[in-house]
């Protein structure tokens, strides 16, 4: 995805991107990069493009993503999953930054560097939930 913006000034608080804005435009790229695609297959693309950043972003190995897949059916090895990573990095930047940005608002708040980080993973189930994709 293209911004006016950077991250660092997500991050800093200059410019308001939230993780529910960021899914839409993430959701939006996979449809315009697979036109020829129904709905349901690129709700599965986009899921999966999805999963690999948040994977990345929080510092989680790509190979408990494909166990996950693997159990889930999802067709794909780690190499394809590293591919998507590759094609990825500056949304996986972007959504680090989101990420960085709620846990330091968390912490103004009069969290602790654990409590926010737990906080953070709470907003994130949330944002999932709510979420129409």
């Known amino acids: 995805m293209n911004w006016d913006f950077t991250g660092a000034q997500v991050v800093k608080g200059e410019v308001a991107y939230s993780l529910e804005e960021f899914r ?43 166990a996950h897949c693997q159990q889930k059916g999802v067709q794909a090895d780690l ?20 990420f960085a940005w709620k846990v330091s608002q968390f912490m103004d708040a009069g969290a602790s560097g654990e409590e926010a980080l737990k906080k953070l993973d709470e907003y994130h189930r949330q944002v999932l939930a709510d979420s129409e994709v």
Not at 24 to 42: H, P, Q
Not at 54 to 65: M, N, P, S, V
Not at 91 to 97: F, G, Q, S, T
């Open 24 to 66: 839409k435009n993430l959701y939006a790229e996979v449809k315009e990069n697979f036109s020829d695609y129904e709905k349901t297959e690129l709700d599965g693309i986009y899921q999966l493009a999805y999963d690999v950043c948040y994977c990345t972003a929080t510092q989680r190995k790509l190979g408990e993503l494909l």
């Open 79 to 98: 190499k394809y999953l590293m591919l998507i990573r590759d094609c990825n990095l500056n949304n996986i930047d972007m959504l680090k930054a989101i």
